[in-house]
């Protein structure tokens, strides 16, 4: 099978030039593989680092959601403890903690909010570094060189 020949490309002095040794087209070759093999590594490392952050962020929010739900079993205490007494307890003691459950969960509800938006804008990102990588892992050099004589 005869040899194809390398594309058109400019010489050193500008003029069009179809004549590149192998051992360029070689060359060019190991460096276009060097930067996939590192623009794969990169990838690689950004979905690990997204994979640590989603996991440290699930954490947190189950701390905060822990420490808001602690906070208004408290609050459900007190407020139970105020109606069982005689004529249902301090009026001003009661309304106080049905506010403060109404804050609460008002602030376990925008907690929750923000994690699942924070959390989707992360699979978004790793579903985007994802379809890079399968690209990349999709190039054909080969393609790309389609002037490679050393095949």
Not at 59 to 85: G, M, N, T
């Amino acid at each position: 099978m005869p040899d194809a020949d390398p594309p058109d490309y400019l010489s050193d002095d500008g003029t069009p030039s179809r004549s590149r040794s192998r051992w360029e087209w070689n060359r060019i070759r190991d460096v276009l593989e060097d930067s996939r093999e590192h623009e794969a590594q990169r990838l690689t490392d950004h979905l690990e680092q997204i994979e640590r952050q989603l996991d440290t962020r699930k954490d947190v929010h189950r701390e905060r959601i822990d420490r808001l739900e602690a906070a208004v079993d408290e609050y459900v205490d007190e407020l139970r403890w105020e109606l069982r007494r005689p004529f249902g307890g301090n009026t001003e003691a009661r309304e106080e903690a049905q506010e403060r459950l109404a804050q609460l969960y008002d602030q376990i509800g925008e907690v929750r909010r923000r994690f699942w938006n924070d959390r989707q804008q992360l699979l978004e990102e790793r579903r985007r570094v994802v379809a890079q990588l399968r690209g990349l892992e999709s190039v054909d050099l080969s393609q790309l060189l389609q002037g490679d004589d050393t095949g």
